[in-house]
């Protein structure tokens, strides 16, 4: 076989693989948002984009995996925001930062729960957004700890950002969360005042 001749079919199968990435996509977010995560099947998502499971698995091992995909493009979207508001507030106080952060943080855990934890139901679900090794996870924590360390620096006292960065995403997780807002009761605006008044001096 010629090299051009390789070349042709190695194109077609790239563009194939895409094209199936997409249909696998946009089949996971139709059946997820009509019947939630945890009642969608691997196989279910292949019959909805016309596909054979086998394709399917070779992309994605589980449907944590896929979840994981799916919400790639609103944790960019998540992050564009946060980078918005932070050049917008630049001249706020840190504490006030750190509280807008956790405002727009909010919204997006309560549409987005299902997807990054990759469906409770799931025996290899795994916990998305809080694992260091999530460049979710990674990032929250950077941002965290650039603005414990100024309101440090304000302070004049010992620094202990890491902890607090750690502390703090350990009380966003999940299932924390849903804990306080399910168990205890609390209502999204009282979760974020709680948190600000724990690990936020002055707010």
Known sequence: MSEEIKAIQSRIERRDAAENR????VA???????????QVSMNQIAAEAQIGPGTLYRRYANKAELCLDLI???????????????????????????????????????KKAQL???????????????????PLYNKMHQIAVELFDEMAAADHPSPNSI??????????????????????????DEILEHLCSTFIKGV
């Open 72 to 110: 790639k493009d609103s944790v960019v979207r998540f992050f564009e925001d946060i980078e918005q508001y932070l050049l917008q507030n630049q001249q706020e106080p840190p504490d006030q930062r750190l509280k807008g952060i956790l405002k727009i943080f909010m919204p997006f855990i309560e």
């Open 28 to 38: 996971a977010h139709k059946l997820f948002e009509q019947n939630g995560v945890d």
């Open 22 to 25: 997409q249909r696998i996509l």
């Open 163 to 188: 902890f607090k960065a750690d502390m703090l995403l350990i009380a966003i997780s999940i299932d924390s969360y849903f804990y306080q807002r399910d168990v205890r009761g609390y209502s999204p």
């Open 116 to 134: 990054l934890t990759g469906g409770k139901g799931s025996a290899s679900a795994q916990r998305l957004p809080y694992q260091s090794q999530n």
